[in-house]
Every structure is written in C-alpha cells, then in structure tokens.
C-alpha cells in the first residue's frame, strides 16, 4: 500500500471524514481491518503482557550478522587497524621525541599567540604540574589519541555536513542517524569493535569516533544552511555553477560554524577517553581506570585532572581559532 | 521615453505563483483575484500578467509598496526565481526558455545585478569582490583585476581595493556592489532596491553618481524601489505596481500629474505636492501674457513649487510673475490656473501642456 494512500487514509480515519464513494475501493475494507487491529492490541493489553517477544531472535540474527562481518572483511579491519596504529605511534614518538620542554614551550607559545599571555601561563603551569605527577607520558598519549580522533572526525564529518545541507533529503535521513551517534550507549557498540579490531587504540578510536563526528556533521550542516540569503543569491547571479557556490562562498563563509562543530568534537572525544581505555586504549584514561580498579582515588583524581586541564587548553585554544574567523568575515 | 530603438529586454505575460500546485495558476489566467486563489489553493500570487517593454539605454524604475511583487519581478528576470508561465526576452533571445548552461552564461555575460543588502562577500577584500564574477566567466587574473579596479575608480573607490568589505560604511559597501555590477560589462543591470537601505544624504549621492555613470556607460536598467521620490528622480519611466499587476506605466512627469488611479494618486500625492508641480510647469510665457506685465508686487521663483505657490496665490490679486534666477520675467500665473493646479491633476497636466514648451 502506497504511504501517501496510508496517509489518506489515517487523515480521514483521524478527522472522522468517512471515506466516500470517491475513495479506492479497498479504502473501507482496510478501514474495518485497521480497527479490527486495534481491537486486538487492546485486548491484549487488558491482558497486561504483550503477546509477542521476537526480541531474543532479533537480536540473535544480529550477532550472526556482525560474525559473518568479523569472518569476512579481517582483511578490511586489519588494514583500517595498521592505519590508525601507524598514525597514533607516529605521532606519539613524535611528541616524545620533542621532549617535554619543547612540547610544552610549543603549546605554550601557541595558547600566547592564540588566546592570551595568561592562557600561556596556565597552559605551561598546567602541563608541568602534570609532568610532575609523573603523567607526561600518558598526557602525551592521551593526546596523540585526541589528534587522530579529531583529524578522522573532521575528515568524515565535514564532508557529510556539506552534503547534507545540499539535500533536505539527506539531511533528513542523517538526523536520526546522528541522534543515535549520540544517544547510543557506548559500551553497545565498544563489544563488536574488539571483535573486529581486538583490544587496542582502535576500537577506542572508532567508538571514540561514533561519539565526537555527529557534532561536527551537524554544525557544517547548520554553517552552511544559516548563510544570509542574498549573499547565495548575488553568488547565483553571477552565473556561479553548483560546485563554485560551494567552494568560493558556501564553504568559505561557513568556517566559523565549521571550526566551532571542531572545538565540539575535540570535548566530545577527550570526554570519551575513559570508556576508551576499556577496550585498550591508554593514556590518562587509563590512568583514571586502573587507579579506580586498585581503589586509589587520589591518583584517579590527579589523573581525571590531567584529562580537564588538555580539555580547557584544546578548547580555548580552538575557540580562540573559532573567533579570528569570525573577526576575519565580520559582520556583513 | 528617453532613450529611444528596439526593446532590449522584453517582458511578456509573466506570472509568478508562490506554493502552487498548477491549480493556482490556472485561476489567475482565469482572472480570479488574488484572496480568492489563495483561499481556495493556498498558493500566493506574486506576479500577475505583467508586460513590460523596456528600451535599450533606458533607465527604468519598478515601484510599489512591499511585498507588490517588484523584487520578484527582477528576480525573474534573471530567473534567480523561476517564473511560472510568461517569458523574458533580452536582444532577441529568450530568456526564460534558456538550459542551465545557456542560462549561467547569460546571468554572466548579459545581466549583472546589485542587491539592497549589497551581497558582499566578507572573505573577499573589496577588489576580489568586484573580480568575482568575472572570475566566475573564467576571465584571467591580472585582466579581471584591472577590470575590477577600473570598475572601483569609477565609482570613487580606487583606493580601497585591499579593505575587507566589513571596513566599510553602508554606502561604500552599494558602490563596491555597484562596481561589481559595472565591472560584469553586461548590457543590462538588474537593481533591487540599491539605496534603501543606505541613509537619506547618501542615498542622494548614489541616485546623483549612478545617473552620471548612466549617462556615460548607458546601460539598460532595471531599478526597483519603493521610493517614489527616489523613482522620479532616477526613471526615465516608471511602472507601479500592486498585488503583483502593473497599474501604471510612463514617464515619471506623467505618473505624478495623470495617475491612473485612486491607488496611484495616493501614491503620488507628496510628490506631486512637493516636488513635481513647479512655477515653470504651470506658468504661460506666451508673447501676450507677459506683455504688460507691470505690477511686480507678486513675484515668484520659476522652480518655486505648488507648496511655496499657495500662500502667494492666496495673497494675491493679480497674477502672479515668474522670474528665472537672474531676475528676469519668464511667465505669468493666472490665479485660476493655480487654482486648477492645486484641486486638479487633469488641469494640472493640461496646464503643463499649455503653459510649457520644453520639459
């Protein structure tokens, strides 16, 4: 049965409007099965228990399904898995290879040129209070981690969120999509990533992933659909194609939301590194993990220090990027 | 009319309906008003059978209220809404049964548009804004440039080529849309209300500078306004409009002192009282009139207008005497005819006919 014929339909079931000899033939039938239905729903409920539960299968033939995947694509795993590590090891003996005072000067110097003198000052202060504590080299893993995640968040969401504020279509099958992104319990869906990429950083990263993109997905979205209307216009008028509305004006103007959908995903994935560490994923998660599991909660705590100061230096940080591109577009 | 030759852009039968189905339409080429077609399906009338012939180098002004349907009858012409039955003719070819391509081409090469809200682009610094679309028609980077900073001095902006848009002062801002707009070399530019929303003293400046790159460059122009003041002073022919149909098309003379109606009399009414009406356009300078002209107690200034002629008319028992700026007699008021002038706009017109040898 056609939807716009159900719709039809329930319309004139709802609004009392009986369907007449100019309705389709079946319309009175189905009508009088659609309450018949109904009847038996109700009976059942008087009855107080459901008279199904396909609950059990279902879920069996997903487990099924998500073998057959674990059978099949290894191949495919195992190469997104080397990907990943190689980038996160990288970057890691990278970082360490600096040393500490270079990697702090650094972050230093960028807070001052970015934010502000004082920033400068927390964001050294904070650092080698934690370097103190003995937590550099997790803060550096945990960092490394966030780098990753973020760089494959934004490579995923920014291109989804232009095409989605080119289709209301899309868009609208994206939206309940993303709900779930973030809705979804994590620890769902952590089970089937060690089954497919075993414990480690990755399956940290993809579900570490699933939770940091839909932000990003929805503020490119929202960036580019909320531009003035005349700017698009002007740009149309000049006999611009699709794709150079897209690149010289839409995406261009849409930086701002675009960097704050950014700063979104870098708090979203630093407040996913403790649930990460469960599935393998070290750095001061795993710090904050194994001190609960020993029940030390002064070194739990130092360590959950560790993850709020990177998140108030990514953020400001990412805010101050955030505000320059706003200054530099103004307000038109 | 002043310019004179062919129709450059032609507009014929056009009609825009808003949320229409097909129903919508057909009641409007039906003829059913506006309430009732949107009572019955919902869908807005914003044009209705609109035909409009306008000459190449004329310089022609669409007036109304808000929400009249000016703004989307210039939208269809460049098709940045898509009319729903008519067509748009420009130098032969038709616009409205134009491809995509075809149609990009043309909004490139044959209509450039300028925008009451300017449509900057604000990651752009003023020079690149006004290169834009000639980058957009794949013109080379050193000539775009030169164009553009042509376009910027033309409009006494040669200097602020390397400031961002956000810089600058709202009337600053229409020039760069202006010199965008001059800079594309189109023969016909489309301009949606241009000055409404700049403040009154600039608003005058740009209606000065864009009649005189007009009569340097003479373009084809489309200019919407709600302004009539604005229309008058800029027109070489007005149309006004209401509830999307043309009520009245002409020269803006002939709009103020013969309006069609009661809706454009009302219209018209300020001006006419303020500004159209003058000593001159009312006076007889025939040989007869201003012999024996002797008593030079009721004197006025032939561009003296209706407002400033009254309280003499009243005072006065004998004709009043126009006089040009050196002094000098150059027609004579009877009171009557100013009497007719300020009850009638038939005689007003009749008296202009009469009195007025040259516009």
């Avoid at chain 1, 109700?42 to 009855?47: E, G, L």
């Avoid at chain 1, 890691?92 to 001052?112: Q, R, V």
């Avoid at chain 1, 990263?205 to 005349?230: D, F, H």
Wanted: charged share 20%; aromatic share 6%; net charge negative.
């Amino acid at each position: 049965m056609p939807p716009a014929a159900t719709r039809q339909l329930l319309t004139q079931l709802l609004t009392g409007r009986l369907p007449t000899g100019a309705g389709r033939w079946w319309s009175a039938p189905l009508a009088i099965l659609l309450v018949g239905v109904l009847f038996v729903i109700a009976y059942f409920a008087i009855a107080d228990e459901f008279p199904f539960d396909v609950g059990r299968d279902v879920g069996h033939r997903i487990d099924v399904w998500l073998d057959w995947l674990e059978d099949n694509l290894s191949p495919l795993f195992q190469a997104i898995k080397d990907v990943i590590v190689w980038f996160l090891i990288s970057l890691e003996d990278m970082m360490l290879w600096l040393t500490w005072p270079a990697m702090i000067g650094a972050i230093a110097l960028t807070s001052w040129l970015l934010v502000s003198f004082r920033m400068a000052l927390f964001s050294a202060s904070s650092l080698l209070l934690l370097a103190t504590f003995g937590l550099w080299e997790s803060t550096v893993e945990t960092l490394a981690l966030i780098i990753v995640t973020v760089t494959l968040s934004i490579m995923i969401a920014v291109p989804m969120g232009v095409w989605a504020s080119q289709s209301d279509r899309l868009d609208a099958i994206l939206r309940p999509i993303l709900d779930g992104m973030q809705t979804m319990p994590s620890f769902v869906y952590l089970v089937p990533a060690i089954a497919f990429f075993s414990l480690g950083n990755t399956p940290a990263v993809l579900a570490t992933l699933i939770y940091a993109v839909p932000p990003a997905v929805r503020l490119t979205n929202l960036g580019i659909r909320q531009l003035p209307a005349e700017t698009l216009e002007a740009a149309e008028s000049f006999g611009m194609t699709r794709n150079q509305m897209l690149l010289k004006v839409k995406i261009p103007l849409a930086i701002p939301t675009i960097m704050a959908g950014v700063n979104q995903t870098t708090l979203m994935a630093l407040s996913m590194v403790v649930i990460a560490s469960l599935v393998g994923a070290g750095g001061l998660g795993l710090d904050v993990n194994r001190a609960l599991g020993r029940i030390e909660p002064g070194n739990g705590f130092l360590a959950g220090l560790g993850i709020v100061f990177v998140a108030i230096i990514i953020d400001r940080v990412t805010q101050a990027l955030t505000r320059r591109q706003q200054a530099a577009l103004g307000s038109d | 009319m002043t310019a004179n030759g062919e129709p450059a852009l032609s507009i014929q039968g056009l009609y825009k309906l808003f949320a229409d189905d097909g129903s919508g339409l057909q009641m409007a080429l039906e003829g059913l008003s506006k309430d009732v077609i949107q009572e019955r399906t919902g869908a807005v009338v914003g044009l209705r059978d609109v035909n409009i012939e306008i000459v190449r180098g004329e310089l022609f002004v669409v007036m109304g209220l808000s929400g009249c349907g000016k703004s989307t009858l210039v939208r269809c012409i460049n098709r940045l809404i898509e009319p729903s039955v008519g067509q748009v003719w420009l130098n032969g070819r038709e616009i409205t049964a134009m491809r995509e391509d075809e149609l990009r081409e043309a909004r490139r090469n044959d209509l450039a548009m300028v925008f009451q809200h300017f449509g900057l682009m604000p990651h752009r610094n003023v020079l690149d804004n006004v290169a834009l679309p000639l980058e957009v028609a794949g013109i080379t980077k050193p000539a775009r440039r030169e164009r553009a900073a042509t376009a910027l001095e033309l409009v006494g902006l040669g200097e602020w080529g390397g400031s961002m848009p956000n810089q600058l002062s709202g009337g600053m801002k229409q020039r760069v849309g202006l010199a965008r707009g001059l800079a594309m070399e189109t023969p016909v530019l489309l301009m949606d209300e241009p000055f409404s929303a700049l403040d009154p003293v600039i608003r005058r400046d740009l209606q000065d500078e864009l009649l005189a790159l007009q009569e340097a460059v003479q373009k084809t122009i489309v200019f919407i306004t709600h302004d009539l003041n604005e229309a008058v002073r800029v027109g070489d022919r007005i149309a006004i409009m209401r509830d999307g149909e043309i009520v009245q098309v002409g020269a803006p003379n002939d709009v103020v002192l013969n309006p069609a109606d009661s809706f454009v009399r009302e219209f018209t009414q300020d001006v006419r009282l303020h500004g159209m009406v003058t000593a001159a356009s009312i006076m007889d300078s025939s040989e007869e009139a201003l012999a024996g002209q002797t008593d030079d107690r009721y004197v006025v200034l032939e561009d003296a207008v209706l407002d400033e002629l009254v309280p003499a008319g009243l005072s006065a028992t004998q004709p009043l005497q126009v006089v040009n700026r050196a002094g000098a007699l150059v027609g004579v008021i009877p009171l009557e005819r100013l009497a007719r002038a300020m009850v009638s706009d038939e005689a007003a017109v009749a008296a202009t006919a009469e009195g007025e040898p040259a516009a």
